[in-house]
T-cell receptor
Framework: DQQVKQNSPSLSVQEGRISILNCDYT??????FLWYKKYPAEGPTFLIS?????DKNEDGRFTVFLNKSAKHLSLHIVPSQPGDSAVYFC????????????FGTGTRLQVTL | DTEVTQTPKHLVMGMTNKKSLKCEQH?????MYWYKQKAKKPPELMFV???????INESVPSRFSPECPNSSLLNLHLHALQPEDSALYLC??????????????FGPGTRLTVL
């Protein structure tokens, strides 16, 4: 049972344009959502997070939007840069099991020149 | 120091060997985690230590044995592994496991190959 899903395995965007990565979840108990970026042979790097009491959080070029009624979140990267090329995982947790992160399957972003 | 370090970076072992993976953080975090990641898959949680005590074991086979000697160190002892255990083993830490809204910080991982 995949509770966190990223339906697009890959995405290609031109440098300077907006990248939009999507994530859907099924567990309504999730109340904290995170995005991680991963380069090959490295550990995931934390990018940005959002709690369920907000619908938007922004940090520089990265903005995460949360739509609780649709159980959907998205990560916007503006403007996209070649160094953003990586695999992006969304992850979720809930207060009852604060230790556990449930990861999506990842989206490979390729930013082209 | 905002890093989680892991040693070794790469490890090749036979099915009869005994080896250990090491993880260290000096951020004062009191929760540490082991994850396993196979190619093209998300990280899968194996163990959680909270205040140096094992709080979650995700039904991991006994050939994997975790140990938390102190609040900065986490080990994963390996014995009699199978080739299907070959994966990237990731360590992570967070300030506390009993609170929400805490991001986990990951180390670079140990690439394990079992022959």
């Amino acid at each position: 049972d995949q509770q966190v899903k990223q339906n697009s395995p890959s995405l290609s965007v031109q440098e300077g344009r907006i990248s939009i990565l999507n994530c859907d979840y099924t567990n309504s108990m999730f109340d904290y959502f995170l995005w991680y970026k991963k380069y090959p042979a490295e550990g995931p790097t934390f990018l940005i997070s959002i709690s369920s009491i907000k619908d938007k959080n922004e940090d520089g070029r990265f903005t995460v939007f949360l739509n609780k009624s649709a159980k959907h979140l998205s990560l916007h990267i503006v403007p996209s840069q070649p160094g953003d090329s990586a695999v992006y995982f969304c992850a979720a947790s809930h207060t009852g099991t604060a230790s556990k992160l449930t990861f999506g399957t990842g989206t490979r972003l390729q930013v082209t020149l | 120091d905002t890093e989680v370090t892991q040693t070794p970076k790469h490890l090749v072992m036979g099915m009869t060997n005994k080896k250990s993976l090491k993880c260290e953080q000096h951020m004062g975090h009191r929760a540490m985690y082991w994850y396993k990641q196979k190619a093209k898959k998300p990280p899968e949680l194996m163990f959680v230590y909270s205040y140096e005590k094992l709080s979650i074991n995700e039904s991991v086979p006994s050939r994997f044995s975790p140990e938390c000697p102190n609040s900065s160190l986490l080990n994963l002892h390996l014995h009699a592994l199978q080739p299907e255990d070959s994966a990237l083993y990731l360590c992570a830490s967070t300030s506390r496991a009993d609170r929400s809204y805490n991001e986990q910080f990951f180390g670079p991982g140990t690439r394990l190959t079992v022959l």
